[in-house]
């Protein structure tokens, strides 16, 4: 089993930054692709990015490409989404997630367990 905990989220105005956490518990942390999706009201939840196990493969959405910048440190168990220039489509509750497998990094499909997810709110 593994625990996935967000943190970071909150309320900011367009332009501005938010760092996200997610810190997990399990011994296969390290193991594990980690990704990140958002979901805003009435909309599906949709891939936003993923870092694969050893750290050095990045993938990301379009729509957030050049602002948002995904990392881990398996040493503390943690990923993070540094999200830069934030904007109001940006809103949503954001989760995190665990592969065990890195076959569909993309797909919600791919991702045995999710985090409760932070509310991220842009305003204009």
């Known amino acids: 089993q593994v625990q996935l905990v967000e943190s970071g989220g909150g309320l900011v105005q367009a332009g501005g930054s938010l760092r996200l956490s997610c810190a997990a518990s399990?011994?296969?942390?390290?193991?594990?692709?980690m990704g990140w999706f958002r979901q805003a009201p009435g909309k599906e939840r949709e891939f936003v990015s993923a870092?694969?196990?050893?750290?050095?493969?990045?993938y990301y959405a379009d729509s957030v490409k050049g602002r948002f910048t995904i990392s881990r440190d398996n040493a503390k168990n943690t990923v993070y989404l540094q999200m830069n220039s934030l904007k109001p489509e940006d809103t949503a509750v954001y989760y995190c997630?665990?592969?065990?497998?890195?076959?569909?990094?993309?797909?919600?499909?791919?991702?045995?367990?999710w985090g409760q997810g932070t509310q991220v709110t842009v305003s204009s």
């Open positions: 997630a665990a592969d065990p497998y890195g076959v569909a990094i993309r797909t919600t499909r791919s991702y045995d367990y």
């Open positions: 399990g011994r296969a942390f390290s193991t594990y692709t």
């Open positions: 870092i694969s196990w050893r750290g050095g493969s990045t």
